[in-house]
């Protein structure tokens, strides 16, 4: 399995030593669990982006005219 050494300070080690302690696990383990616990977030940020663009795209018009002030003018309009 690939490997990623990862440096920390020792105030930064010391906190991480006293977390997996309190847990009852691994240094390791809590750094990966960590780091998995933000990739599982960052895909589900990236992907409720995603539906929203959707759904707004899919509704444009339904948004314009509810919120007719925050239009963009139209290029003929702006000059």
Do not use: C, W, Y
């Not at 977390?19 to 696990?25: C, S, V």
């Not at 750094?31 to 933000?38: G, L, P, S, T």
């Not at 795209?57 to 925050?70: I, L, M």
Request: aromatic share 8%; proline share 4%.
């Amino acid at each position: 399995m690939p490997a990623l050494n990862v440096e920390f300070s020792e105030r930064e080690l010391e906190d991480l030593r006293q977390i997996a302690k309190e847990r009852g696990t691994s240094m390791k383990a809590l750094v990966r669990e960590a780091a998995a616990a933000d990739i599982a977030r960052h895909r589900a940020l990236q992907e409720g982006a995603e539906a929203f663009r959707q759904f707004f795209a899919t509704h444009a018009e339904e948004f314009a005219a509810a919120f007719p002030d925050d239009e963009t003018p139209a290029k003929d309009e702006a000059a």
